[in-house]
């Protein structure tokens, strides 16, 4: 950090996590709302998707406005995007919601804010941080849950949800150069599923997944500075991205997270402040 700037500089890490990444959303607002700017964002599948829009437009309001007011019909298109190749659904529609918001040639060099989009090769199994060029296949490429979406097909390679390696990228925005790291977590509460015999081959593959994340996250969060863990482990696609007042209420649950923080953060932040600028309070506070 160098001891002339005004202040730490201060990354996002916005964790993996589905429709719980409404909790995103909360969580800026709140940022938002004590005037703490965040310099940096890197995002991890639902992660991906609120940090690309926030660090393109820093407006969350307008965020919040274009999730919650997608309609439950809009919401479960999504999800009738049917593929008989290398996923469940072809994800074309993901996309378009996607792409509706950025923009389809919309790139990495246009952010307000640095941004990192998380996904992982699937042929060398290595965590790719995207940071150039088109900004809409590296975020489809982050949510390719395995066997629900297609791999992405980006410069010759196969992208898969960056779940797989890195559910909550704190080490990304460290890299990224972040003083201070905020790291949202949606996965570290797991529940137990109610399961049988007959229980099917794609939830058990499903909470295989999740179960991999949850372990791989609580793993990551230990290198940040604040921890973020939303409550919305009851928060669920088929009935929270499907109801106004569902998203409303996952959107409260980061607002709450986030607020329990800020006493923390704010101290962290004080502790973190440039030689001079600590110096030049001082000595203001010694004429009042």
């Known amino acids: 950090m160098n001891i002339f700037s005004k202040r730490p500089t201060i990354g996002l890490a916005l964790g993996s996590g589905g429709a719980r990444g409404l909790a995103h959303i909360g969580v800026i607002k709140t940022l938002e709302k004590h005037n703490i700017a965040i310099d940096y964002i890197a995002g991890t599948s639902a992660g991906s998707i609120v940090g690309s829009f926030y660090a393109k437009t820093k407006n969350i309001g307008q965020i919040e406005k274009y999730i919650v007011s ?14 008989l190749h290398q996923g469940i659904l072809g994800g074309n529609k ?60 980006i410069h010759n390679e196969l992208y898969i949800d960056g779940s797989a390696t890195s559910p909550v990228p704190v080490d990304t925005v460290k890299k990224m150069g972040a003083d201070i790291i905020i790291a949202v977590n949606l996965q570290k509460q797991y ?13 058990v593959a499903e909470l295989s997944f999740m179960l991999m994340s949850h372990n791989l996250s609580l793993s990551e969060v230990k290198k940040a500075d604040i921890v973020v863990n939303p409550r919305i482990e009851h928060i669920h696609w088929w009935k929270s991205l499907l109801k106004e007042d569902e998203k409303r209420t996952g959107i409260q649950l980061g607002e709450l997270a986030m607020d329990e923080q800020i006493p923390s953060l704010q101290i962290i932040i004080k502790s973190k402040q440039p030689l001079i600028t600590s110096l030049a309070r001082k000595i203001r506070s010694a004429f009042r």
């Open 70 to 83: 997608k309609g439950w019909w809009q919401m479960i298109s999504m999800l009738v995007d049917p593929s």
């Open 94 to 153: 993901t996309q378009v919601f996607i792409e509706e918001f950025l923009g389809k040639e919309f790139q990495y060099k246009d952010f307000k804010i640095p941004f990192r989009a998380i996904a992982v090769n699937l042929k060398t199994g290595m965590t790719t941080a995207f940071s150039e060029g088109l900004v809409l296949p590296t975020i489809y490429a982050s949510c390719a849950i395995p066997m629900i979406y297609k791999p992405a097909f």
């Open 191 to 203: 529940s137990e599923p109610d399961l049988t015999d007959s229980t099917s081959f794609l939830r």
